[in-house]
């Protein structure tokens, strides 16, 4: 049988692409490598009942997937490294019906109209490919109202004075906010910078069939286990609902056929291991910014860019111990972001210009607090101290951390290729990333950080610390215990922990400078659509899964027509 | 009575466990049943559905149906995952793809082993001493204590969540959650 699109990934971008392609009477088949923990497909109302607040489950036995041992990435910083320096889990997203919107804490901005201009607004940087997206704010606003529509979001319009032009409001009303971005909105304001509520896909209020969030605090990296969260469940009901798709769970696209000029379909190996062969009218890949240039290059499609440019956000974590409990384990994890080290104001043009670069830009701070107990204890070292601090809890009941969201620029040497010899229990090469930052970020880092040093000395601080993911070359990570802790750990190292990726098959109007066109189509093979951030031209500073929900949903009405 | 571990190596891994989260005013490791944990752990294949991953949506203990109790069942390719990494490769080509994999039996095996079978009559700075010469181990002796200790008590530590306790962590709220204020207020 020969469907009018097979959907390669069932994550946000996937399952908008199939909620607008069905609602159009297409007929799809969603296919995702990943076990179904979401919906019943055949009665998809039935929501699943397997997501918990479990720690041990979500945060250190991979019940999302991917498994490191049986799909794992391979990294090096660059060339120097040899063919790899690491094994394992390298910015892994979800592998699972719905990705990764199962467990992000969904805060959803909008990209600002100077974000899809960055070449024409403020010019070139030496050794980047800064470049103009192919799409402008304005043709993307109608999108972004629909899918914030389709995926809930609960937000207040106005509340962010450097946001674009809205034609509406948000669709919900914003939720409670946290009890340490009370405060650290308040220290953050007399600094004179300008915190709001973030906009966040889970519902403040009862939405689309789904109850409203009940605050549980196992938020980001979790399921949520009463489906309030704007994952995107909402996406695959419509889809399922309207009985023109099917949804493949446990089943690996391992190549895209094509006949020269055009894909005529793909191989698959299902639940029972078996392999075979699915037709359609289209391909929309959607496997998110590593897996997507990883099948391209699985199925021998050749474009000297396939899998260049790869951007993953370079993030300063300014994080300080509060003399009180701050109990963010109650909460949607984040509440409370600004925007202020997005702009290049006077200052950010000064701190350029001594680092001898034109410009430089920061991102989006997120206002968050500790983790999870079991997380939390593996930092302290064992002995008679652990309980004392377990009990007093400065690494999570106590830690206040501002989290910025860098601006990564794309260089064509950060890169996804296939290694040369590292396998998926399937048998296939894995995704290797070859990552350095560019010195813009380090810049930028070392610009913007120290300012949140200084709230969190408002907020009442009584310790502070600022470390980046990636750790820059040469720095260590400052242990609170001193320099004989032996276990301190944390997600720091040169391998990025941001879980945002980007750029892999980047858009534009020039075959030679791009992977797809405007509307993510490939421009050698029209008939395949990239519908995920690896069409993204520059990643702005902002967690990319609105905009990328928001191509996804305007490339699928083009096809649509 | 230990599932997977001999009952030597059971009393090794229980002292090692009471250095590394001692027992003070409120319960340590031994007490809150870490070393059952971990033996669970081991042994997770001996139990079916095998003792990985808890179910959903609650737990009961807030409201809700005691869904943790029943464990999920693993596909073909979870199995393989899990048999990696519990049991390693043990030569087997289809867990070798990327070469060999030691797993965690080998590795408690061979780390309590090098405890010493004397390790329970050690003085405290004897048997600490011994834990920091065999840091390999000892490193993934303490990540695994501190998922028994503060995990959910579904997977065999935890026991009547006393270590939530000690630290005020309620653990799993669902379906309670929490009102607006008790997130907003102090
Ligand atoms: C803890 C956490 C918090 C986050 N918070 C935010 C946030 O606040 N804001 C934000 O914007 N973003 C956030 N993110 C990032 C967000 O999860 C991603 O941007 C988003 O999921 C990307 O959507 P996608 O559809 O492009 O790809 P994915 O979500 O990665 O989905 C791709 C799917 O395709 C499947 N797939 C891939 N290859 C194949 C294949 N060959 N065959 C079959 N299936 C395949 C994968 O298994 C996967 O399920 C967060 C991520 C994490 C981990
Ligand atoms: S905090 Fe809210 S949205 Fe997040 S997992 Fe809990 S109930 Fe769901």
Redesign the interface.
């Known amino acids: 049988m020969t469907v009018d699109a097979i959907i390669v990934g069932s994550g946000p971008g996937g399952a908008t692409a199939a909620d607008v392609l069905t609602r159009a009477g297409w007929t799809v088949t969603i296919i995702e490598k990943g ?1 179904n923990h979401l919906l019943d497909p055949e009665n998809p109302s039935r929501l699943a ?9 979500f945060l ?4 999302l997937g991917p ?1 490191p ?2 799909e ?1 990435r391979t990294f090096r910083v660059s060339e120097d490294d040899g063919e790899r320096s690491y ?1 394992g889990a390298v910015n892994s997203i979800p592998s699972t019906v719905g990705g990764g919107g199962t467990h992000a804490d969904g805060k959803v901005p909008r990209f600002r109209p100077e974000d899809f201009r960055l070449h024409s607004t403020y010019g070139p940087i030496d050794d980047a490919a800064v470049a103009d997206w192919p799409v402008d704010y304005d043709e993307l606003e109608p999108y972004y109202a629909e899918v914030e529509r389709l995926i809930g979001v609960a937000g207040s319009a106005g509340a962010n004075p450097f946001a674009g032009w809205r034609s509406g409001p948000y669709p919900m009303p914003s ?5 340490g971005a ?1 405060l650290s909105s308040a220290a953050a304001e007399s600094q004179g910078l300008h915190p709001y509520a973030a906009p966040t896909a889970a519902n403040s209020v009862p939405y689309d069939g789904r109850p409203a ?6 938020c980001a990296y979790f399921g949520c ?2 489906h309030a969260k704007g994952d995107p469940v909402a996406m695959l009901q419509h889809a399922l609902g309207t009985g023109q798709a099917e949804l493949l769970s ?1 089943t690996f696209v391992s190549r895209l056929r094509t006949n020269g000029r055009e894909a005529t379909g793909v191989d698959v190996i299902g ?1 029972d ?1 078996v392999e075979r062969t699915l037709g359609a009218r289209f391909i929309v890949v959607a496997g998110g910014a590593i897996e997507t240039p990883r099948l391209l290059l699985l199925s021998g499609i050749e474009h000297p860019l396939v899998g260049r440019h790869l951007m993953m956000h370079f993030q300063t974590m300014n994080v300080g111990i509060m003399p ?2 701050l ?1 963010a ?3 949607r994890s984040v509440t409370h972001v600004h925007d202020d080290c997005m702009l290049v104001d006077d200052d950010a043009r000064d701190a350029a210009r001594a680092a001898g670069l034109p410009w430089i830009r920061g991102g989006l701070v997120e206002h968050g607090g500790g983790g ?7 930092f302290y070292p ?3 101290s ?2 004392k601090l ?2 007093e ?1 400065p690494l999570r ?1 106590r830690l206040w951390a501002f989290i910025m969201q860098g601006e990564d620029l794309p260089q064509a040497t950060n890169r996804v290729d296939l290694d040369p010899t ?4 399937r ?1 296939f090469p894995v995704a290797r990333i070859t990552f350095k930052p560019h010195r813009h970020e380090l810049v930028a880092s070392a610009h913007h950080g120290p300012r949140h040093i200084r709230v969190l000395e408002d907020m009442g601080a009584t310790w502070t610390a600022t470390t980046t993911s990636p750790l820059v070359a040469g720095a260590t990570a400052r242990s609170p215990f001193g320099d004989g802790a ?2 301190y750990r944390g997600p720091i190292s040169a391998i990025p922990a941001s879980r945002h990726v980007m750029g892999t098959t980047r858009m534009g109007t020039d075959p030679a400078t791009s992977v797809v066109d405007a509307y993510g189509r490939m421009h050698d093979l029209p008939n395949v659509v990239v519908a995920d951030s690896s069409v993204f031209v520059t990643s702005a500073g902002y967690g990319p899964t609105l905009t990328l929900v928001a191509l996804a949903a305007r490339a699928a009405a083009a096809l649509v027509g | 009575m230990p599932i997977w571990l001999n009952d030597d190596e059971f009393r090794t891994l229980s002292a090692a466990c009471g ?4 027992t ?1 005013d ?1 319960a ?1 490791a031994v007490e809150a049943g870490v070393p059952q944990y971990i033996d669970g752990m081991l042994g997770a294949f001996l139990v079916d559905p095998p003792l ?8 009961g203990r807030f409201g809700g149906t005691d ?2 109790s029943r464990f ?1 069942r693993l ?4 199995e ?2 899990w048999r ?2 519990i049991e390693g490769s043990l030569g087997m080509a289809e867990r070798e ?2 070469g060999p ?1 030691v797993g965690w039996q080998q590795i408690y095996r061979d780390g309590l082993a090098a405890l010493g079978s004397d390790f329970g009559e050690l003085s405290g700075e004897e048997q ?1 001493a011994r ?1 920091r010469a065999g ?1 390999e181990f ?2 993934v002796l ?2 695994h ?3 028994g ?4 008590p579904e ?1 065999g530590g935890n026991r009547d969540t006393v ?2 306790a ?4 309620l ?10 204020a ?5």
């Not at chain 2, 653990?171 to 607006?180: K, N």
């Open positions: 076990r009942q397997d997501y918990s607040n479990d720690e041990i489950k250190h036995r991979h019940f498994d041992l049986i794992p094994t939720g409670a906010p946290m009890y009370v969030c009940n605050n549980c605090g196992h286990p009463i446990e639940p291991g009180q409990r109990h384990h109650r909460g999870h107990p079991v997380m939390e204890g593996q064992w002995g008679p652990h309980k377990m009990a809890s009941d590292v396998r998926d229990a048998g032996t276990n | 250095r590394l989260i001692p003070d409120t340590g990985i991953w808890a179910g959903g949506p609650s737990s869904g943790f999920h596909t073909a390719l979870d393989l995952a990696m990494r793809f990327n994999v600490d834990l840091e000892t490193t303490y990540e204590c501190c998922e200790m503060y995990g959910a997977y270590a939530w000690a630290i005020d962590f653990g799993d709220v669902q379906p309670r959650g929490f009102t607006d008790e997130v907003s207020e102090p």
